[in-house]
């Protein structure tokens, strides 16, 4: 019989200590798989407002309603945050931000200016009309 060699084994997520960083950078690519998602429906819009005013007529009718604005509102969360973490990851890629304290703040501005902007992106759109 041969004896059995004993490899090392890759640790798996539930060794690790889940940190912040670590979940944001899964966020990140979820929000990238969601925007080809949300990307469809911009474009059935845009195909829409090409094709006539009862095609445009449809698509306001789904997007003017609840299920549709939370989609609108998911998706635009899922843009400004992947923009965000985006900027997050070239920071990183240039070779800065890697200190704790660093990491740390650039994780949480990525969070917070996410769920900002995106409020923010909605209040201007209702307060010139938008959200009739």
Do not use: C
């Not at 966020?27 to 925007?35: D, E, K």
């Not at 992947?82 to 240039?94: A, E, K, P």
Request: glycine share 12%; proline share 2%.
């Amino acid at each position: 019989m041969t004896a059995r060699i004993e490899r090392p084994l890759s640790p798996h997520m539930q060794v690790y200590r889940w940190t912040l960083t670590m979940a944001l950078s899964i966020v990140h690519r979820a929000t990238g798989i969601a925007l080809y998602a949300g990307t469809l429906l911009l474009a059935w819009w845009l195909v829409a407002a090409a094709s006539g005013p009862a095609a445009y007529a449809n698509v306001q009718a789904f997007t003017g309603s609840i299920i549709g604005r939370l989609i609108v509102f998911g998706y635009t969360w899922a843009l400004m945050h992947h923009m965000l973490s985006g900027i997050r990851h070239f920071v990183w890629d240039l070779g800065y931000g890697f200190k704790a304290d660093e990491r740390e703040a650039l994780t949480w501005g990525a969070l917070i200016g996410g769920i900002v902007l995106t409020v923010l992106i909605w209040i201007i759109a209702y307060a010139i009309g938008g959200g009739r």
